[in-house]
């Protein structure tokens, strides 16, 4: 157990680090609103599409394929998602809700899920985690394109025009642009590969650093209420519900820690890009992965020694 406390700091660590030198930036006057706005919109709109493109492309669609796992996933990712909209509509305010949907079921699977994934389980616990992480990127992507543009000022909520948000969601066409390179096993120019690789490591560090120069004492304070009760959700009571519901399903052993793992994996950083370029409330999605990020160190090993403690991992 302390090896996995000793990971799950590991990885966070990180994280706060970028955050607090976006903080640290944006005080000493070195990057700015423009900035940050250019920045994100880089982000979005070539990086990320790039590193979700290249995460699916070096997926072995053959290794660890387990249907019942991908379903179940799948599934309880879409309840989730149904269950925080339907606690928004009634406690959260309507300009607030897209993000604190967002907030409360978009996990960060690809960074912090996936790590330690492989570190308790090693290359099976990578290509279960890698293929789930396929699933993971088209539902949390889609979800939020949904629910993001339903609350859009300036956008509109008919089906039509949703279902042409989602599909000119930069983010969405990197993953199904990369399914046919995969499956058919197509490789790409080593040249090329080693440029999308330069553009996808910008996205991690580029986007936490807009983040912490969104990030200041008098955002927290006016989004305090609304970002603890979306991380509450996030790192505790959804993780709570689906962890048992695969319980209940006859999940044992890897496969339920590595469901667990991914349920309870803190606020991806995707969302404050996509709150950003949807027109939402970017400091509010700032504030809940600093929370949901920080909460993790606790939550996920608290779990993690629940589901040992009961022989079930």
Not at 87 to 102: D, K, S
Not at 231 to 248: Q, V, Y
Request: glycine residues 10%; positive net charge; contains cysteine.
């Amino acid at each position: 157990m302390l090896a996995v406390i000793q990971q799950t700091v590991a990885i966070t660590a990180p994280v706060f680090s970028m955050l607090f030198l976006g903080v640290a930036l944006k005080r000493l006057g070195l990057i700015d609103a423009h900035f940050i706005a250019t920045a994100s919109s880089l982000v979005f709109n070539v990086s990320m599409p790039v590193m979700l493109f290249l995460a699916i492309l070096h997926a072995d669609l053959a290794t660890a394929l387990q249907p019942a796992v991908l379903g179940y996933f799948a599934v309880a990712t879409l309840l989730s998602f149904l269950l925080a909209w339907g606690w928004a509509i009634w406690r959260v305010p309507r300009a607030e809700r897209g993000v604190y949907v967002q907030g409360a079921f978009r996990g960060n699977n690809g960074i912090i899920g996936l790590a330690l994934a492989t570190s308790l389980y090693g290359d099976y616990g990578l290509s279960l985690g890698g293929i789930l992480g396929g699933v993971v990127i088209l539902c949390y992507n889609t979800l939020s394109v949904i629910v993001l543009e339903t609350y859009n000022p300036a956008g509109s909520t008919r089906p039509w025009a949703l279902l042409k948000s989602v599909l000119r969601n930069p983010l969405i066409i990197g993953v199904l642009a990369a399914i046919p390179f995969a499956y058919w096993r197509i490789g790409l120019p080593a040249w090329l590969t080693t440029s999308g690789q330069y553009l996808a490591e910008l996205t991690l560090p580029l986007a936490l650093i807009c983040i912490g120069g969104t990030l200041s004492l008098a955002s927290l304070r006016a989004s305090s209420g609304l970002a603890i009760g979306a991380s509450l959700m996030k790192m505790i009571w959804l993780p709570l519900l689906a962890t048992a519901g695969a319980f209940a399903l006859g999940f044992r052993n890897a496969e339920l820690a590595i469901l667990f793992l991914y349920f309870a994996s803190p606020t991806a950083a995707a969302s404050f890009v996509m709150a950003r370029a949807a027109g939402g409330n970017h400091e509010l999605a700032a504030a809940i992965i600093v929370i949901t990020t920080l909460v993790a160190v606790v939550t996920t090993n608290v779990g993690l020694f629940v589901l040992r403690w009961g022989g079930w991992i």
